[in-house]
């Protein structure tokens, strides 16, 4: 069915690695492939989770992540409506799903919702999620004012009380400024504040000449509910900022299944799961986001409020200085509240957190207001997604494995080959697909989904709208043996030592920021200016200020991961403390590509940061002007502009770490390479469905290769290879589709 190798240097198979090859032969649960196991509407029962469970075991499966959703396609209601999800029986069947799981000796996560994203029917609305709502009027003075103000209009969903308004809500400001048909500001002192100048809901004001623009800023619920929540499970999405209201949620839920703190180690329940973010749109606010803000932006953001209304203060560059704090402030606030607080909860309880927590952004979903690599390095297990036979190209794994190996954690973790395509594509047309994840750094595969079925409703039985359907009522599901112990056997080479990468590519300071910044992503993302050949990770500004340092000219992670040199985007603004750490680590050794910056983003205190910046920048950078000039020697290490980082590895002799060295076949091989201590473990796949016959160049010398074949387990000698300049070359005979590593 699938050939796939895997090319292991150092000495023979049985003597060098033990481990290696006996993990390779048997992979453990960690390695395993996991599922998404859908309870669809909460309808179940125990003997239909046990078979489920022996089933998972029987083929190969490590385990299942318990999901309680909705059957959102149920045509006549096929699917009865089942209990509410944490309620008296649902708790029981996820204690007896942990029951038989621990006899099977299966791994069990549980989504921390019905549906998703976070919340239940046990938030309160002063729990909830939490928008900035505004609502105004114009006022001509002079003369004294009094005048009730409306209260701003609120989304339908808003928990309200008899007399209509929201049962939870604090007003937040009420600001005046002079009315503009062009909504301009010409300075941030006509913004006037009136907050103590209203009260129960009335303004009294003698405003000054003129007409004037009244606004009175309400922070409530708004109203977001579950996400495919099953019908009797309805309930409030938790206040992503407001880390009180996470530590609710997560101790509500843990609570429930009575998990001791400090854990049981015996327990199979071994993770809570959070689905992507989708947050309403709207102005992200909360109870405490204006103290937050001051503590981190140095100034207080009530009287730049009307910029996100639409309005300029002063001038569009100043406006958009203040909206790139306001982002970099939501983003901050919801991964220190959402993701480190809950992270640090499941710990608490001898749990893992595992979570979407870097998107899709644009174009699938523009809600998700987040750092993405920092988001999702502040989770215990970071977790992309990929879809298959979309037309929008969901693809979201480079960013995952990014976030893993910059944070240093040995999972990339995925969403599996979500599709609405039901049951047309077979395990060939998946391994085509999951072996190009593999190349982007896939290690850990949780397939979506395995509804829960009764045997008794015949096939294809229940199945969720989104979904792979790999679960025993598919047609060759008695067949699916070899296939689970293909994925996992790739799974768990791909988890071992370390990702070789000779590039670290800083995405920006910005927020929201994902990679690639446009999830439209039909093949592999690359960096600009930087081939096929060469390998890279993406960092942000927290990994350089925090984890970065220099040894032998390679910029070092704690975990172990390093990097030849650090390539900049082609743009003018750098935090300031960036570049001073970027000072430190050139000082030390370091080699740093990109154009000289020239400019600080943000509007605290810019004016002196940008003259800071500036004359840092002129010594770091010296004559390099990235045309006659293209290098700058400063202390142990060197700038670069003008050159791409293909042409400065190039340069300094660095050759492809993996090249297809037969023409026809340049561009048709993909690979990833991960290094132990003793060994280079390489996974190449064809991209085409024609044969391919090519001499492969590997950039490892000293070293003989073997095959490692995934798929039935066998490891040979490769006998035919030979050692050149620059590495060692081997022979590849790839089918259509086909893999070696």
């Known amino acids: 069915l699938l050939m796939v190798a895997a090319i292991s240097a150092g000495c023979r198979s049985e003597t060098a690695a033990p481990d290696l090859a006996g993990g390779f032969r048997e992979p453990g649960n960690e390695a395993r492939p996991r599922a998404y196991w859908n309870w669809l509407n909460g309808d179940v029962s125990n003997r239909g989770l046990t078979r489920d469970l022996e089933e998972a075991k029987d083929k190969g499966l490590g385990g299942l992540l318990m999901w309680d959703t909705e059957a959102m396609r149920n045509p006549g209601g096929f699917v009865p409506a089942g209990p509410p999800f944490m309620g008296e029986a649902s708790v029981g069947f996820i204690r007896h799903a942990m ?89 941030l002192m006509h913004v006037v504040n009136l907050s103590e100048k209203f009260k129960n809901g009335k303004l009294v004001w003698n405003p000054p000449r003129g007409t004037w623009q009244v606004v009175r800023f309400v922070c409530s619920n708004n109203g977001q509910q579950l996400i495919a929540a099953s019908p009797n499970s309805k309930g409030l999405f938790i206040d992503f900022l407001d880390p009180e209201a996470t530590r609710f949620h997560f101790e509500y839920i843990i609570g429930k299944l009575g998990i001791p703190k400090g854990g049981d180690p015996g327990l199979p329940l071994k993770s809570l799961d959070d689905d992507s973010m989708e947050l309403h749109e709207g102005i992200q606010w909360t109870t405490k986001f204006r103290e937050w803000f001051q503590n981190h932006h140095g100034y207080d953001p009530v009287p730049w409020l009307p910029v996100l209304l639409g309005w300029t203060i002063q001038d569009e560059k100043e406006s958009g200085r203040f909206e790139y704090d306001y982002r970099k402030a939501v983003s901050d606030l919801l991964i220190f509240s959402h993701y480190t607080t809950g992270t640090e909860i499941c710990a608490d309880y001898g749990l893992s957190r595992v979570a979407e927590a870097g998107g899709p952004g644009p174009p699938i979903w523009e809600t998700c207001p987040v750092d993405a690599l920092k988001a999702l390095g502040n989770v215990g297990i970071p977790r992309g997604e990929f879809w298959m036979g979309n037309p929008r190209h969901i693809f979201l794994i480079k960013e995952i494995a990014s976030a893993a190996h910059i944070y240093g954690n040995p999972y990339v973790d995925a969403e599996s080959w979500t599709t609405w395509r039901r049951w047309r594509d077979s395990p060939y047309t998946r391994k085509l697909l999951v072996d190009r994840a593999f190349c982007e750094g896939l290690n850990r595969i949780t397939y979506h989904g395995y509804s829960h079925s009764p045997p008794e409703e015949g096939f294809p039985g229940r199945s969720y709208h989104a979904g792979v359907d790999m679960n025993p009522k598919v047609a060759w599901w008695s067949k699916a043996r070899p296939f689970m112990d293909y994925l996992a056997r790739c799974s768990y080479m791909l988890q071992q030592g370390l990702f070789v990468a000779d590039v670290a590519y ?207 387990g066998t490891m040979k000698d490769q006998v035919v290879f030979r050692r050149e300049e620059g590495g060692t070359i081997v022979p590849l005979d790839l089918p259509p589709g086909g893999s070696v590593f």
Not at 647 to 665: K, N, P
Request: charged residues 25%; glycine residues 10%; contains cysteine.
């Open 99 to 187: 029951k038989e799981a621990r006899r099977l000796d299966l791994d069990l996560g549980l989504v921390c919702a019905s549906g998703w994203n976070s919340g239940g029917s046990w938030v309160t609305p002063e729990m909830a999620s939490k928008n900035l709502f505004a609502a105004g009027v114009v006022i001509a003075g002079p003369g004294e004012v009094s005048e009730q103000l409306p209260f701003p209009k609120v989304p339908p969903g808003c928990p309200r009380g008899a007399d209509g308004l929201p049962l939870w809500y604090v007003d937040v400001a009420v600001l005046a400024w002079p009315n503009s048909e062009e909504m301009q500001i010409p300075d």
């Open 506 to 712: 800083y995405y920006g300071d910005q927020a929201p920021n994902f990679w690639p910044s446009y999830h439209h992503v039909p093949e592999k993302p690359m960096i600009d200016g930087l081939g096929a050949g060469y390998d890279y990770d993406v960092v942000n500004s927290d990994v350089i200020l925090n984890r970065m340092s220099v040894r032998d000219g390679r910029i070092m992670l704690p975990d172990g991961m390093s990097y030849r040199v650090l390539a900049l985007p082609d743009k003018k603004d750098i935090p300031l403390e960036v570049l001073q750490k970027l000072e430190e680590l050139v000082l030390s050794g370091a080699t740093v590509i990109g154009p000289r910056p020239s400019e600080v983003p943000g509007l605290g205190d810019y004016r002196d940061k940008t003259d800071k910046l500036r004359k840092l920048a002129g010594k770091m950078w010296g004559a390099c002007n990235g045309a006659e000039i293209k290098t700058n020697r400063y202390g142990k290490g060197i700038i670069v502009w003008g050159y791409t980082p293909n042409q400065w590895l190039a340069r300094e002799a660095v050759g492809l770490d993996f090249r297809c060295q037969t023409a026809e076949h340049a561009a048709d091989l993909d690979y990833i390479h991960r290094k132990t201590a003793d060994a280079d473990i390489y996974f190449v796949r064809n991209k085409t469905m024609v044969p391919v016959q090519a001499e492969c160049l590997f950039r490892v010398n000293g070293r003989a290769p073997q095959t490692w074949d995934p798929a039935d």
